[in-house]
T-cell receptor, first 114, second 112 residues
Framework: ETGVTQSPTHLIKTRGQQVTLRCSSQ?????VSWYQQALGQGPQFIFQ???????GRGNFPPRFSGLQFPNYSSELNVNALELDDSALYLC?????????????FGQGTRLTVV | DQQVKQNSPSLSVQEGRISILNCDYT??????FLWYKKYPAEGPTFLIS?????DKNEDGRFTVFLNKSAKHLSLHIVPSQPGDSAVYFC???????????FGKGTRLSVIA
């Protein structure tokens, strides 16, 4: 059983550019959530996908968007990057949305916007 | 407005002693609570959880206590080991669709 993997692990982008981060969910998991962890903070929920549809969104602007694919892998896209977007982006997968279950996290992508 | 609060940014404990990490929440709708451990350059790793129908859950050296009336939970690690040194996040959720809400974390240092 493979765990959650994210790519790339590190990324440097210029303000105003666009970025795509990728996540492969754990085998058998159909729900993917994305979190942003700024320095010194806990992870903040961006959005969640369940069976390829957005299934909840946190307090992030529309320039943060995502996709989930039929194999349950996922992408996070951020347009018009701002300096404050610099953070660790975490992907988490879980088995179902209807019941309590722990989410399993990938190692994260460290995004630096300069 | 922080719904999950970990008021101690850091904690130092001697090896072999008990580590107690605390977490408070404000949203009475939360009914499932989790603790995650995070090492540098790694994602958070699930440690232990507790449902609101319980007041204690134990897994080896780790025990989580829930006091619903006080909206408070704590994680006890006994005995503490140097490998337990990490940042510990408390998280909460509501049954159904809602995501995890995290605290800011507590950095635990276990000194040999």
């Amino acid at each position: 059983e493979t765990g959650v993997t994210q790519s790339p692990t590190h990324l440097i982008k210029t303000r105003g550019q666009q970025v795509t981060l990728r996540c492969s969910s754990q085998s058998g998991h159909n729900t993917v959530s994305w979190y942003q962890q700024a320095l010194g903070q806990g992870p903040q929920f961006i959005f969640q996908y369940y069976r390829e549809e957005e299934n909840g969104r946190g307090n992030f602007p529309p320039r943060f968007s995502g996709l989930q694919f039929p194999n349950y892998s996922s992408e996070l896209n951020v347009n018009a990057l701002e300096l404050d977007d610099s953070a660790l982006y975490l992907c988490a997968s879980s088995q179902a949305r209807e019941r309590h279950t722990e989410a399993f996290f990938g190692q994260g992508t460290r995004l630096t916007v300069v | 407005d922080q719904q999950v609060k970990q008021n101690s940014p850091s904690l130092s404990v001697q090896e072999g002693r008990i580590s107690i990490l605390n977490c408070d929440y404000t949203n009475s709708m939360f009914d499932y609570f989790l603790w995650y451990k995070k090492y540098p350059a790694e994602g958070p790793t699930f440690l232990i959880s507790i449902s609101s129908i319980k007041d204690k859950n134990e897994d080896g050296r780790f025990t989580v206590f829930l006091n619903k009336s006080a909206k408070h939970l704590s994680l006890h690690i006994v005995p503490s080991q140097p490998g337990d040194s990490a940042v510990y996040f408390c998280a909460a959720s509501v049954r159904g669709n809602t995501p995890l809400v995290f605290g800011k974390g507590t950095r635990l240092s276990v000194i040999a």
